[in-house]
């Protein structure tokens, strides 16, 4: 099938139509009773069927997604061509699912621990499909922000240091005594911001963006 067979509690929902979708292939109650009982399989793809046809209706009227957890809110709009996204994380311990967690954000979207990003993408596959497994997953939780190449600490310190003349305050220190030492490889897997269309800077152009806010800010004083 094309997507997934409706659960219990949505057949019994739409026992209406479902009557008049068996009912277009000429099955009555008394029919439907004994084709369940002596042909399963028979039964098994008619629910199947109806269940693509109820999925297909409901994703081609969808507009909007929402998904809401303890710490973190995931938007998407749903255009004809493309898919639109706003995540926001909170990095304190609060519950938006509880109104007074949910009013808090409402009254402090700049605060210093709400974390905002915004991204769109066009649809790989087709939409319905798309948005269905969109829904199914249920995207949400730490989504880490990082550079697109893996980087050296000290590469990294110096490159910053140079463009703000801080070259003098770099220090490098044996740490072969040390009992806790830093992972080889502390770099964060950025693949679930990246499968959602959402584009991250790379080293290379954040470092002219800061040469310039820095360049920028000498001139004003």
């Not at 997934?4 to 139509?17: A, G, I, N, P, V």
């Not at 621990?113 to 730490?142: M, T």
Request: charged share 30%; proline share 2%; hydrophobic share 40%.
């Amino acid at each position: 099938m094309k997507y997934r067979q409706l659960t219990k509690e949505q057949f019994e929902s739409l026992h209406e139509d479902f009557a008049k979708f068996l009912a277009t292939q000429s099955i009555d109650a008394k029919e439907w009773k004994q084709i369940k009982k002596e042909k399963a399989q028979v039964a098994e793809e008619e629910m199947n069927i109806f269940s693509d046809v109820v999925w297909d209706d409901v994703l081609t009227k969808t507009a909007y997604v929402e998904h809401f957890s303890k710490t973190s809110v995931n938007l998407f709009k749903c255009d004809e061509n493309e898919i639109h996204r706003i995540a926001i994380n909170i990095t304190w311990d609060i519950n938006l699912l509880e109104q007074k967690g949910f009013e808090w954000l409402m009254q402090n979207p700049m605060d210093n621990s709400v974390e905002i990003f915004k991204g769109s993408k066009p649809y790989e596959g087709e939409r319905n499909l798309e948005i269905f497994d969109l829904i199914e997953k249920k995207q949400s939780g730490i989504f880490h922000i990082a550079s697109t190449n893996k980087i050296k600490w000290l590469f990294f310190l110096t490159k910053v240091a140079s463009i703000i003349n801080a070259q003098e305050k770099i220090m490098i220190v044996d740490n072969s005594d040390w009992i806790l030492k830093p992972p080889h490889d502390s770099s964060l897997d950025i693949s679930k911001i990246n499968s959602l269309g959402i584009s991250i800077t790379s080293f290379d152009i954040a470092l002219i963006e800061l040469h310039e806010i820095v360049a920028t800010q000498r001139t004003k004083h």
